[in-house]
């Protein structure tokens, strides 16, 4: 029923369902701000004269005002800009910081190791000239400073940053004195009080870190990062394939930027192929914008696509999914609903934690037999469970859900009940907050028409991604109107849950 539905690779991975032992421990975490906002530059020269480098992260709505979030990197004169080649090194000594995570539970300053042992991780011999290398990256991490105009995210304080940090606080080589007077055996780092904080709380990002040590050209490295923000930030969309601008992305990645379309693909053509060939993408392309102004970058997730899940999976941090009950429950869900059971725990190993799988179904279920007996009734009822899955479909708020009916007649005396049905209750606020600002911020911000157009865009892109699933017509529009909403509500809806909870729990409060 559902079989022909096309399916992109990384959500089809092989019939293991665990990846081999040869394949574990190649995840790497690395601290996300540092990697959102073009941190590292793109080039295999040392970037020297370059008084600062400002970059423009994305558009959020604060008090109503359309407000742009800014990050300056700012060099130090003499040691100039960050380049891929640190970011190289950054990444093995976050492979370090891991370890020790996993060892100690939580990071603490200083942070010990030896150059030979990054130059392992690297996989390079050890040599005089790579000793130098980490000692200038040192430096390097130590001096050059980031000014957050609302881009460094402090996981502990939940809200973004307007300050100048350093990603080093202080570091130490081996052979200099040490605080204590004596002499440092291996290099030693202290980490800026807000780097620790956010990988002790673990806001990280979860990088396939053989496939990066596969790469070889300079966008290709940079590019690694940024995409698989993007395409987390994106996994409630899981199927989509996501659009940057062309002029954006090469702001980013502080690259020249072209007016020919032969030009743009002669640049990064190489780079986007050679992410492809390792499966970090499935699919890309160059196309030019609706209004004509400028060209977008076309990106679809590969294989290598690493979510939560995928990752717990690669590093043996979780011995299987199948252990889970809500895993269990979902795959049971499907196969009821004719989906192979196979299929059905490759669909939910990549899916977030927190996705209500069941929610979505319920809602499918309502939706097929709402339209059955109508002029447009939903012609492949299995894939359409499977796109509600895969997209991770936001149920609309005022679903009333079996899980809702069965947690308000068990609450009477049940305090564990009281406290779900109270987080359930508060999600759907939640939801429909974000639904109701997300709209009237769209509507002030676009004509009716440049609506329709992204509406339009989103609706080509289901089609695109989707051939088989025969949508009706009012459906497919639905679901467009819900993707432009969602895809506007993260860059509109300053409000994390937590802190919508807080808020609506003071305003509660008597007076």
């Not at 109503?64 to 950054?90: F, M, S, V």
């Not at 956010?198 to 070889?216: C, G, Q």
């Not at 179904?361 to 007996?373: C, F, M, P, V």
């Amino acid at each position: 029923m559902y079989g022909s539905i096309n399916t992109p690779t990384w959500m089809n991975p092989s019939n293991d369902l665990l990846p081999s032992p040869k394949d574990r421990n190649e995840v790497v975490r690395v601290e996300k701000n540092l990697n959102s906002f073009g941190f590292f530059t793109p080039s295999h020269k040392r970037l020297e004269g370059v008084s600062e480098k400002t970059v423009t992260v994305f558009v959020r709505n604060q008090g109503g005002q359309r407000a742009e979030a800014r990050a300056t990197i700012l060099p130090n004169a003499k040691l100039g800009l960050p380049t891929t080649a640190d970011q190289d090194k950054y990444y093995a000594f976050q492979k370090i910081v891991e370890d020790i995570r996993r060892r100690d539970g939580r990071v603490a300053n200083p942070v010990g190791f030896t150059s030979a042992h990054m130059l392992r991780i690297l996989g390079r011999k050890k040599s005089g000239q790579g000793y130098k290398e980490i000692a200038d990256w040192l430096e390097r991490m130590t001096l050059t400073g980031i000014r957050s105009e609302g881009v460094v995210y402090l996981a502990g304080a939940k809200k973004y940053a307007r300050d100048t940090f350093t990603v080093f606080s202080r570091t130490i080589t081996m052979g200099q004195e040490m605080p204590d007077g004596g002499r440092a055996e291996q290099n030693y780092v202290w980490l800026s009080e807000w780097q620790l904080e956010n990988l002790n709380a673990s806001h990280v990002l979860p990088i396939d870190y053989e496939a990066y040590r596969a790469l070889r050209l300079n966008i290709s490295k940079a590019l690694v990062p940024l995409v698989q923000i993007w395409f987390y930030a994106a996994r409630r969309n899981a199927m989509i394939c996501i659009e940057k601008k062309y002029s954006e992305l090469c702001e980013l990645l502080s690259i020249r930027r072209y007016a020919h379309l032969s030009k743009i693909k002669e640049i990064l053509g190489p780079s986007l192929d050679e992410l492809k060939d390792l499966q970090i993408l499935q699919f890309w392309d160059v196309q030019r914008t609706a209004d004509k102004s400028d060209y977008k970058i076309v990106l679809m997730p590969g294989e290598r696509f690493m979510t939560d899940r995928r990752a717990r999976l690669m590093d043996g941090s979780q011995p299987r999914a199948a252990i889970d009950p809500k895993f269990e429950a979902g795959v049971q869900a499907l196969v009821s609903r004719g989906v192979l059971e196979e299929r059905a725990r490759r669909i939910l190993m990549d899916c977030p934690d927190d996705q209500p799988v069941l929610d979505q179904l319920e809602y499918g279920d309502s939706e097929i037999a709402r339209r059955q007996s109508s002029r447009d009734p939903i012609q492949n009822p299995g894939g359409f469970y499977v796109y509600l899955v895969q997209s991770n479909f936001p149920v609309p708020a005022a679903f009333e859900t079996s899980r809702k009916r069965e947690l308000r007649r068990v609450v009477p005396g049940n305090g564990d009940a009281e406290r779900e049905l109270r987080l359930q209750t508060m999600r759907i606020e939640y939801q429909e907050f974000r639904e109701r600002e997300t709209d009237e911020w769209l509507r002030s911000q676009f004509t009716p028409n440049e609506i329709e157009a992204m509406v339009k865009s989103a609706r080509a892109a289901i089609l695109r991604e989707t051939p088989d699933l025969r949508l009706p017509e009012p459906a497919l529009h639905e679901f467009a109107l819900r993707r432009v909403l969602e895809n506007f509500a993260d860059q509109t809806i300053s409000l994390s849950f937590e802190e919508f909870t807080a808020r609506q729990s003071q305003m509660s409060l008597p007076l």
